[in-house]
T-cell receptor, first 113, second 118 residues
């Protein structure tokens, strides 16, 4: 059974710092991996999607890496801003392109001005 | 493109009543809908997967008679929580996919519904 773990559960950093969020999964047979952002009481915003054949994806200040064989992904946020404060969720997709997502519990990020 | 509208965003209901949550795909045909729920400080958990025109497939431990899912059209799926109890209070969110592989940013999620049963 696939399990997704995110470390740390919470993180507080001063504005301007670079930071790394970690995600690990137990079954490397994934179709893709996705990072989301969730603001309190809100839905999910997709940040980056990495196909199983890819090693990384970049969007602006965000960079996500994937090491499928070791069951790990990282989300790197450069020059953090208070507006980055949110919960970041990692999810892996099984069962091909139509499969469901299995989520980690998330990392709650707080960026202090 | 690929917008999913979910409502209501918040609902408070009395124990024993039923609540319907709607999820609509606005600019694409959603052949598959996924319904998730999220308890505080817990992961999003898949409840069921529905394909248009077919009965939903429920995950283990999810009561299909309590959580009724209807996916009668390619743009609308509904989740009805029947005979709601306080322990059904949670955040419910849908995700929709069209035919073929997912778009570059993955499947689209609705904005979620916060259900509180009093």
């Amino acid at each position: 059974k696939q399990e997704v773990t995110q470390i740390p559960a919470a993180l507080s950093v001063p504005e301007g710092e670079n930071l790394v969020l970690n995600c690990s999964f137990t079954d490397s047979a994934i179709y893709n991996l996705q990072w989301f952002r969730q603001d309190p009481g809100k839905g999910l915003t997709s940040l980056l999607l990495i196909q199983s054949s890819q090693r990384e994806q970049t969007s602006g200040r965000l960079n996500a890496s994937l090491d499928k064989s070791s069951g790990r992904s990282t989300l790197y946020i450069a020059a953090s801003q208070p507006g980055d404060s949110a919960t970041y969720l990692c999810a892996v997709r099984h069962g091909g392109s139509q499969g469901n997502l299995i989520f980690g519990k998330g990392t709650k990020l707080s960026v202090k001005p | 493109g690929a917008v999913v509208s979910q409502h209501p965003s918040r609902v408070i209901c009395k124990s024993g009543t039923s609540v319907k949550i709607e999820c609509r795909s606005l600019d694409f045909q959603a052949t598959t809908m996924f319904w998730y729920r999220q308890f505080p400080k817990k992961s999003l958990m898949l409840m069921a997967t529905s394909n248009e025109g077919s009965k939903a497939t429920y995950e283990q431990g999810v009561e299909k008679d309590k959580f009724l899912i209807n996916h009668a059209s390619l743009t609308l799926s509904t989740l009805t929580v029947t005979s709601a109890h306080p322990e059904d209070s949670s955040f419910y969110i849908c995700s929709a996919s069209g035919p073929g592989p997912p778009p570059p940013h993955g499947y689209t999620f609705g904005s979620g519904t916060r259900l509180t049963v009093v």
